[in-house]
């Protein structure tokens, strides 16, 4: 039976939307590239699939992922070495779509990235006085992710952490919703002319729900014309 962590979700074009990167950096992280003499493996896959399809834990994976690159020009080459570190350690294949690198694997972790060459600047972990501490963006991502039995199970794409807008494998196909209501169906509806009270009544949501998937479609579709 496949795990919520292997089904598949989206397409490539439909995961970068949401994640809000540029596909073919997408595509590099899952799939790796062909040079003119060398070929870079991929970040977030262990081996090339051929695939333009995106599993659960590959888009919460990429979440991690831009989240780190947004705050830290990352080394490529250092923080594939990390990933791949992590999956050995933890003998799991989605190591950041795990909560225990993030919360009681610290320490491995740590080793990790220093064996892989994370510079200081890098790192998930840091060291604070005695302890091991989540870097700005670590936990910026952690924050973002609701866990199950250590699993990822739900991602907030809005980077505001008021909104209730969440991001569910099992729900409405993994399209950002709020209380099951996709954001997307909300704003077409405001497309179509209806006002803010009236789409809450329509579907017996609060009015400010309706506020947070309006503000949430419109800073995509903004992100999505600047790209």
């Not at 020009?73 to 999956?87: D, G, S, T």
């Not at 807008?165 to 209380?179: A, E, H, T, Y």
């Not at 169906?185 to 309706?210: C, F, K, N, P, W």
Request: net charge negative.
């Amino acid at each position: 039976m496949t795990s919520v962590l292997d089904r598949e979700m989206y397409s490539e074009a439909e995961a970068a939307r949401l994640l809000r990167v540029r596909q073919s950096t997408l595509h590099y992280w899952l799939e790796g590239s062909q040079g003119h003499r060398k070929t870079y493996k991929p970040i977030l896959r262990d081996t090339p699939r051929g695939t333009r399809t995106v599993s659960w834990a590959e888009f919460v994976e990429a979440g991690f992922l831009r989240e780190y690159r947004r705050t830290h020009n990352v080394p490529m080459a250092e923080l594939r070495k990390f990933i791949e570190l992590l999956r050995e350690t933890f003998g799991v294949p989605y190591p950041l779509a795990d909560r225990r690198p993030f919360v009681s694997g610290k320490s491995l972790v740590f080793d990790a990235q220093t064996a892989a060459g994370l510079g200081v600047d890098f790192w998930m972990v840091t060291v604070a006085g005695d302890q091991l501490l989540l870097t700005t963006p670590a936990d910026a991502f952690c924050r973002r992710v609701e866990w199950d039995d250590n699993v990822a199970v739900r991602y907030s794409p809005d980077a505001n952490p008021e909104s209730p807008v969440r991001v569910q494998p099992d729900v409405r196909f993994g399209k950002p919703s709020i209380k099951g209501v996709s954001t997307e169906v909300i704003s077409e509806q405001h497309d179509a002319g209806e006002d803010t009270r009236t789409i809450a009544e329509m579907y017996a949501l609060d009015v400010s729900d309706v506020s947070w998937a309006l503000a949430y479609e419109f800073s995509v579709r903004a992100t999505t014309r600047a790209a």
